[in-house]
């Protein structure tokens, strides 16, 4: 079993960044792709960014990229999501998720909120 936990949520104006990070427990974290998504008020969740368990593929949802960043370090058993230039259409909660199998996410933290103003 993976716990998850998200931190560095905030309340920023636009334009302005952040750096989301999900921490895992246990050991087998290098073995597990990993996700972010999130969820506005009102709307479905939706993917924002994932990673490889190794790291070396990566992609970005339409909305985000060139903006946002997913990293992971593996020895921290962490994934981060730099977000630059945010926006207010950013606001939502994102939680991160572990995936044995891509696609496959069964692992979720408990999400982080992040809103933009105006």
Do not use: H
Not at 23 to 46: I, L, N, V
Not at 78 to 104: F, H, I, R, W
Request: proline residues 3%; contains cysteine.
């Amino acid at each position: 079993q993976v716990q998850l936990v998200e931190s560095g949520g905030g309340l920023v104006q636009a334009g302005a960044s952040l750096r989301l990070s999900c921490t895992a427990s246990g050991r087998t974290f290098s073995s597990y792709a990993m996700g972010w998504f999130r969820q506005a008020p009102g709307k479905e969740r939706e993917f924002v960014a994932r990673i490889s368990a190794r790291g070396s593929l990566i992609s970005y949802a339409d909305s985000v990229k060139g903006r946002f960043t997913i990293s992971r370090d593996n020895v921290k058993n962490t994934v981060y999501l730099q977000m630059n230039s945010l926006k207010p259409e950013d606001t939502a909660v994102y939680s991160c998720s572990a995936a044995l199998v891509p696609g496959n996410y069964i692992y979720w933290g408990q999400g982080t909120q992040v809103t933009v103003s105006s």
